[in-house]
């Protein structure tokens, strides 16, 4: 297949253009690399299969010759980001939406829309189950990326209802692994980071929020199995197996054999505003449809993690 990935130098899309073209598809990225990096796609460069495209999907969005297939990554998913620049989440996720879907109709291509757990909110329901309609506040300071999202997978229903457009959706929760900014602001990149500097690991509150941790090759999985499926409504696609932040930072500190003190903090910004309490997927749906489920462990996932931060570390 010829494919188009936005977002093809961020840190999911960079693995699944990897994906994809060892499975001898050729591979479009684009990226206007607000936080995307050039890094992370270089060693492509001279591959026959693969081009890349600087361009800001916010705008017109037009491709020559036939694409069987686009995936829509391009987004402002962390924290620093979506709270710097609001209004370009805003709008990568309806007019970005709105564009892409628009060439994939054109192209008669296929569309995979990348959702997030972020749509569920801070989810009254445990653990998350596709059919659950969320609890989002619209006007937090995490509502430009909860409904810039949600906004999106509406946009994405109603092409696939109204022009009959094929399209996917994956509803992903937390992912970590190599290629990820060690800037980003989200937990996994902030502990080991710390860690490796011998600084305090930062633990918000007392630690007991709870997540499940998806390693990269995991959620690239499970992105082209969606891909190659027929399912046209939201899957959940994470880890199932729930820690608390606190044991998280406890593992790291033990992996990385690193002297830092876990220091609680009470965050004196918007960072954990209506921050999910618990966060877990329900990934029945995946596993029925898609045949997917993780299979690598947590310190395995970790353990590769660390060892591409202290490379990164190492260089500078």
Not at 76 to 102: C, E, F, M, W
Not at 244 to 258: H, M, P, Y
Request: charged share 25%; glycine share 8%; proline share 5%.
């Amino acid at each position: 297949m010829r494919i188009l990935i936005t977002g093809g130098a961020g840190f999911i899309g960079s693995h699944l253009c990897d994906r994809l073209l060892a499975g001898g598809h050729e591979v479009m990225a684009m990226d206007n690399l607000s936080t995307g990096s050039m890094a992370n796609i270089d060693h492509l460069a001279g591959n026959d299969r693969f081009r890349f495209v600087q361009h800001d999907v916010t705008n017109y969005v037009f491709v020559d010759g036939p694409l069987d297939a686009v995936l829509h990554l391009a987004s402002l998913p962390s924290p620093v980001d979506y709270l710097n620049r609001p209004i370009q989440t805003l709008k990568v996720g309806a007019l970005g939406t709105h564009n892409t879907l628009g060439l994939a109709l054109a192209k008669q291509a296929r569309f995979l829309l990348a959702s997030t757990s972020e749509v569920y909110g801070d989810p009254a329901v445990h653990p998350q189950t596709e059919d659950y309609w969320g609890n989002v506040n619209p006007v937090g300071p995490r509502g430009v990326y909860d409904e810039s999202k949600r906004f999106a997978e509406a946009l994405t229903m109603a092409y696939h209802n109204y022009h009959g457009v094929d399209t996917r959706i994956g509803r992903i929760f937390n992912t970590y692994g190599p290629r990820m900014r060690a800037d980003d602001g989200r937990v996994v990149p902030n502990f080991v980071n710390q860690a490796l500097r011998g600084d305090p690991l930062t633990v918000y509150d007392d630690g007991s929020r709870t997540r499940g941790f998806c390693y990269i090759s995991d959620m690239v999985d499970g992105l082209v199995a969606l891909l190659e499926s027929t399912e046209c409504s939201p899957v959940n696609l994470g880890n199932p197996q729930e820690i608390t932040i606190l044991e998280l930072a406890e593992i790291v500190l033990r992996l990385t054999k690193s002297e830092s003190e876990i220091e609680f903090l009470v965050p004196k910004d918007a960072r954990t505003a209506d921050d999910p309490n618990r966060r877990c997927p329900d990934i029945g749906k995946a596993k029925r449809v898609l045949k997917w489920k993780p299979k690598v462990k947590l310190e395995k996932g970790l353990r590769e993690t660390i060892d591409y931060f202290a490379g990164l570390a190492e260089r500078r």
